[in-house]
């Protein structure tokens, strides 16, 4: 009977494994994708929102992580983006826009780095609560429960258990340079909207949900532009 059992695991296993290989695809529906710059890199115009993340949440490690997406592998090697950011807010929308809207002045792309789930049963679950979110504006507030959505802010929201438990947790965010001082962007956004800078209010940013032990990173998107290419 153990025998059995075995032999039917074991089929099990070169069943998926095989799948997996048909697929094709170095990414998982699920998966989390993460925009990483070097930390002393300039990003255009060094007043803008990007820089003034870069700023605020690096840290002494040589990668920042600048924005994160979520990954959804559509049938066997259709890949799409969920992600909130300025132009888009939280949409849906194929890999190949999401590259265009972040190639670089020179026209390289940023390091693309992809982790994992390190209990991924329920990465598909994930991806459709992330869904629900589509249509909502980007969150320039930085609030939390104000109806809009930041990039890390929408990963935490799509990424809960049926409990309602979260996967990642929130710290007191930060919006200060490494000198204490407040980036420009910084002050002139939150003065233009009428509201104080909310130094140390709740929530996340990329680089520190980019540390959560829930997470294992899988691999860098070297050729990024030839993914899901046969």
């Not at 059995?4 to 095989?18: A, D, K, R, T």
């Not at 390289?108 to 982790?115: C, E, F, I, R, T």
Request: charged content about 20%; hydrophobic content about 35%.
């Amino acid at each position: 009977m153990e025998k059995y059992i075995s032999l039917i695991l074991l089929l099990s296993w070169i069943f998926f494994s095989g799948c997996q290989q048909e697929n094709g695809l170095p990414v998982q529906n699920g998966d989390l994708l993460f925009v990483g710059l070097p930390v002393n890199y300039t990003i255009g115009d060094t007043t803008g929102m990007s820089s003034a993340i870069a700023a605020a949440t690096g840290d002494e490690d040589s990668l920042n992580y600048i924005h994160v997406a979520i990954i959804e592998v559509d049938g066997h090697d259709s890949i799409w983006i969920i992600d909130a950011t300025l132009k888009h807010g939280v949409d849906r929308y194929p890999f190949s826009t999401f590259l265009a809207d972040f190639t670089l002045d020179d026209g390289s792309y940023p390091q693309l780095d992809v982790m994992r789930l390190k209990d991924n049963r329920h990465a598909a679950d994930y991806v459709e609560q992330a869904k629900k979110f589509c249509g909502q504006p980007y969150d320039i507030c930085f609030l939390p429960d104000n109806g809009a959505l930041y990039c890390s802010e929408l990963v935490r929201n799509a990424y809960r258990n049926a409990d309602g438990t979260y996967l990642f947790g929130e710290e007191p965010m930060n919006f200060k340079s490494a000198d204490g001082t407040f980036p420009p962007y910084w002050v002139y956004l939150f003065d233009s909207i009428g509201q104080p800078i909310p130094q140390d209010v709740p929530g996340t940013n990329p680089n520190g949900m980019s540390k959560e032990p829930c997470l294992t990173k899988v691999l860098t998107l070297e050729q990024p532009d030839k993914l899901g290419e046969k």
